[in-house]
């Protein structure tokens, strides 16, 4: 595959893909995709043979840049390293100016204010922007209430000046007002809330906002297991005061004073003004019972959220991974870079006599007994392109179902694709009146992956009706039929190898796959 076409295929297989989220983006990244989509078009049609570079180039700089800058930003916001935010969001909103980003730099500086204390700047600031018809405008108001933990004057505006479709529509907005709920002790509307705001976000759109209601739900319910859990694993970017608030809230709904008491004591000495705020109201806070408060249909939600963290603990892709260590992966990884090295370093790793030499499989030689070839040839790679994408592609997948399986289990069903999908190449060679040809690449090893995670995602929709499995297995069904597009485009791609390692890692998924294998 030449870069340019590789490129062709990248910018088009991820504007699609984002296409498809149109309902939960903001209109922006929309525009954006469909921007990048006619400049690819535009460009097959006038320069064909630079079209991969010139689409690749916008891709990078008004989607790809934009979209790691602002994932980092909101990570530094949950971290509440709002000074950090701030200087990052500056540069971002000239690479993606729409979506409220221009006016995001001083929204996320009137929260580091406050998070100083300096409340009246704070409100100074954050006051030019207060309006009840713009994104920003609302959420520059929801910012001011929050400061001063206003629960009660939250609650007030949002029910009295947002209208419920714009309510729908801004998750962040909704998430601070389900927390009033919370905190002024409305729990069965928190948990109804919680239930609609899950099913408008879905669990692939922004993780972080769906677990974070989550956590309110659990917490103000006395959930004291379960929040713990959830800051473990989906939460753990929350910084370490924000755990012990959450686990002392939690304690406190529990009806476990004396412990939430002394947790938030121990916050009580803080930098940050607004926590500070949100400790003092919470020991203001009278006691309330969860169990005497919870409605019935409460209490199933509460208990649909329970299962759903456990579940997505088992097959949600990188709470597993974040969880373990995957060394077979990275000593896969090193090994293949390493060949690639010695390959280049004897005269070209595109030498096909090198390849030869060093394993390349050539069904020929493989039937006069030369079967360690199948073996060899999985390590071997024509191109630093070749490589590149196989190595990412055995980075993602390879981790997901090294977490699975466990070491031993993944290094056999590794080798057991990459060795049958290089067999299989030599049956298909010997058997019909095919040119000569040699095959290197790991390739049928990490689509062997890719059919495995398919078969956990799909023994954990069948025997636990998990919708996080359901969902992981529509995205990696999307993710073999762009595979099987693309091996159709590209010459010089061994199809079969592909389409067999795919086939043979699903088999032994399911054979070697056990739920109870997955720590939740």
């Known amino acids: 595959m030449n870069l340019n076409l590789f490129l062709i295929q990248l910018v088009l297989i991820t504007s699609v893909l984002m296409l498809t989220q149109a309902r939960r983006l903001p209109r922006g990244w929309l525009i954006v995709n469909v921007l990048i989509l006619i400049v690819l078009g535009g460009s097959l049609i006038l320069w064909p043979e630079w079209a991969g570079w010139i689409s690749g180039g916008v891709w990078l700089v008004v989607f790809l840049l934009p979209l790691l800058g602002s994932g980092r930003v909101n990570r530094l916001v949950s971290q509440e390293r709002y000074h950090a935010a701030r200087q990052l969001a500056f540069w971002v909103k000239w690479l993606h100016p729409a979506d409220g980003m221009v006016e995001y730099p001083q929204l996320l500086r009137g929260l580091a204010l406050g998070q100083q204390g300096k409340f009246a700047a704070a409100r100074q600031l954050l ?52 927390r009033s709920l919370g905190e002024l002790g409305d729990l069965n509307g928190l948990l109804q809330g919680a239930e609609r705001l899950e099913q408008r976000l879905g669990r692939s759109s922004n993780p972080l906002l769906l677990n974070t209601v989550r956590l309110y739900a659990l917490a103000f319910c006395g959930q004291v297991e379960s929040v713990k859990r959830l800051l473990e694993q989906m939460l753990s970017v929350y910084p370490r005061q924000t755990h012990q608030f959450w ?156 977490s699975a399986l466990g070491l031993r289990l993944f290094l056999a069903c590794y ?84 389409i067999s390692g795919t086939i043979l890692g699903f088999l032994a998924g399911l054979v070697l796959f056990k739920p109870s294998r997955r720590s939740g």
């Open 415 to 498: 080798f057991f694709c990459g060795i049958g999908s290089m067999l299989t190449v030599t049956l298909i060679a010997i058997t019909t009146p095919a040119l000569p040809q040699i095959t290197v690449g790991a390739s049928g090893a990490v689509l062997g992956m890719v059919g495995a995670e398919a078969a956990i995602q799909l023994k954990g929709w069948r025997l636990e009706k998990a919708k996080i499995a359901r969902e992981r297995l529509q995205l990696i069904s999307l993710v073999v039929v762009f595979q099987l597009v693309s091996d159709l485009l590209t010459p010089q791609v061994s199809i079969i190898g592909h």
């Open 127 to 178: 006051s030019r922007y207060q309006t009840d018809v713009t994104s920003t405008g609302r959420a520059a108001t929801v910012m001011l209430y929050r400061m001063h933990a206003d629960w009660a004057g939250i609650r007030r505006w949002v029910e009295q000046r947002v209208p419920e479709k714009v309510l729908d529509r801004e998750i962040g907005l909704a998430l601070v007002y389900l």
């Open 247 to 402: 686990i002392a809230t939690a304690e406190w709904a529990a009806g476990r004073h004396a412990i939430a008491r002394e947790l938030l004591t121990s916050l009580s000495q803080t930098e940050d003004a607004a926590l500070q705020n949100a400790i003092n109201g919470r020991l203001a806070a009278p006691p309330l019972d969860p169990i005497q408060v919870l409605t019935e249909p409460s209490h199933r939600i509460l208990n649909q959220i329970k299962t759903a963290i456990a579940q997505e603990s088992r097959y949600s892709s990188w709470n597993a991974v974040a969880a373990r260590k995957s060394y077979a992966t990275y000593g896969l990884i090193g090994i293949n870079v390493l060949v690639f090295a010695v390959s280049s370093r004897l005269g070209g790793n595109e030498d096909l006599y090198v390849l030869y030499r060093l394993g390349a499989l050539v069904p020929e030689a493989v039937v006069t007994g030369e079967w360690w070839r199948c073996l060899t040839a999985i390590f071997l790679h024509s191109g630093l392109l070749h490589l590149s994408a196989n190595m990412l592609g055995l980075y993602v997948f390879g981790a997901l179902v090294e």
